[in-house]
T-cell receptor
């Protein structure tokens, strides 16, 4: 069965330090992978995606993510965290062979707190 | 550019009352459309999706229904709300590789 795991409910990091939010996945084919951010009482904002090509993808607000096929992971990273990065982060995966519904399988989210 | 609208932003309704939430997308055609519910600020639950006008797929059994009367309009409804229907309702659209774009959401409180 397809699934996405975000093993950490919460990540705490000091401002200026690097941050990593972890995501692992399980799909039957080559995955399409996505990261989103959600601020309180707001809709989700798309950050970045991996479809094919370079394993390191860059996205909005200085975030990047590395696709690792052997470890089935797609961890979100940022070299230097800002207090304004504090939010809820979601990882999602799509099986490209699943048909035209383009449904995403979602992780449960990781709450990131960046401390000043 | 594409824009997605949801209204109302907040709603307080008594148990047993009807519900209608609307979502519209601008700047694209023939999108896939999705309704999600998010409880307690965490995980997303896919409720319905639509790949075209009049085509609705339901993901979970519940007292909610959805309709797509026009290409870029998606409506979530209920005849009688339950306390458990409270939550944050999000509409999203997608085309192409599959990244979804979300509306601002509707906070529903059933009292």
């Amino acid at each position: 069965a397809q699934s996405v795991a975000q093993p950490e409910d919460q990540v705490n990091v000091a401002e200026g330090n690097p941050l990593t939010v972890k995501c692992t996945y399980s799909v039957s084919g080559n995955p399409y992978l996505f990261w989103y951010v959600q601020y309180p009482n707001r809709g989700l904002q798309f950050l970045l995606k991996y479809i094919t090509g370079d394993n390191l993808v860059k996205g909005s607000y200085g975030f990047e993510a590395e696709f690792n096929k052997s470890q089935t992971s797609f961890h979100l990273k940022k070299p230097s965290a800002l207090v304004s990065d504090s939010a809820l982060y979601f990882c999602a995966v799509r099986d490209p062979w699943a048909g035209n519904n383009r449904k995403l399988i979602w992780g449960l989210g990781t709450s990131l707190a960046v401390n000043p | 550019s594409q824009t997605i609208h949801q209204w109302p932003a907040t709603l307080v309704q008594p148990v047993g009352s009807p519900l209608s939430l609307e979502c519209t997308v601008e700047g694209t055609s023939n999108p896939n459309l999705y309704w999600y519910r998010q409880a307690a600020g965490r995980g997303l639950q896919l409720l319905f999706y639509s790949v075209g006008i009049g085509q609705i797929s339901s993901e979970v059994p519940q007292n909610l229904s959805a309709s797509r009367p026009q290409d870029r309009q998606f409506i979530l409804s209920s005849k009688k709300l339950l306390l458990s229907d409270s939550g944050f309702y999000l509409c999203a659209w997608t085309r192409g590789a599959g990244e979804q774009y979300f509306g601002p959401g509707t906070r529903l409180t059933v009292t």
